[in-house]
């Protein structure tokens, strides 16, 4: 049997909350990659034009060429043939296709690199990132810190009032949170219909300010001693 493509291809995908270094990651993986002389393409959704119109930028200010497409289908269009690396940025923003997408490039023998959020603000999985991490080959979850109480942060908490998924924004508009010191938006917690609630998850109760004396008692008696239980399982970046 003769083999088309000799070269295996394959997904990775970088996930996790805000201020987690996903784009940092993606951008050390991709310079990599150029550093080896390999033919690199990177792509990134039009709707994210915060910092830079052609570059990928991490918070971090690392940067990297880009092409901005409007959707799944532009970005499979301009995919050089040639390219055996091809990188996504923010791949949360893009619509449903860009898991046929991934798939196919990496059928193709492409190394398909992607970096996106998992989770929205209101802290329920971002779709198309859960499709795109069960059909990876590598999955990393970045965590970054919480920014309440230093722990091991996974969700990004909006300081806003908008109710919009898409709010493009960083410092100021979001935090990163970590499960104790997440707040969900109160509005739709109260407006959510059992209906609409997955059989598997149990909600709590609509979540209550939470006074900082209350806290402060949970950390003391050990109860929830975040900071510690960190540091056992590493750190992380
Ligand atoms: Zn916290």
Not at 149 to 168: D, V
Request: with cysteine.
């Amino acid at each position: 049997m003769q083999r088309l493509h000799p070269k295996t291809g394959w997904i990775e995908a970088i996930c996790g909350s805000m201020f987690s270094g996903k784009s940092e990651e993606l951008i050390r993986r991709l310079r990599r990659a150029e550093l080896a002389r390999q033919r690199v393409q990177i792509f990134k959704p039009g709707l994210d034009d915060r910092f830079a119109e052609d570059h990928i930028v991490s918070h971090s200010q690392m940067r990297l060429r880009s092409i901005t497409v409007a959707d799944s289908q532009e970005l499979l269009a301009r995919v050089d043939d040639r390219a055996e690396v091809v990188g996504i940025d923010e791949v949360q923003f893009f619509d449903h296709g860009i898991v046929n997408a991934c798939t196919r490039l990496a059928n193709l023998g492409k190394r398909v690199l992607v970096a996106g959020l998992d989770l929205d603000y209101r802290g329920r999985p971002f779709e198309p990132v859960p499709q795109i991490l069960a059909i990876a080959e590598y999955v990393s979850k970045q965590l970054a810190i919480c920014m309440v109480c230093g722990g091991p942060a996974n969700h990004t908490q909006r300081l806003t009032e908008s109710h919009e998924r898409i709010e493009i924004g960083a410092q100021g508009m979001y935090e990163a949170r970590c499960r104790y010191c997440f707040e969900p938006p109160r509005e739709e917690s109260q407006l959510e219909s059992p209906e609409t609630v997955a059989p598997t998850q149990e909600l709590p109760p609509a979540p209550v300010p939470k006074p900082d004396a209350a806290r402060a008692e949970k950390t003391s008696n050990g109860e929830s001693d975040v900071p510690s239980s960190f540091r056992r399982s590493g750190g992380v970046g």
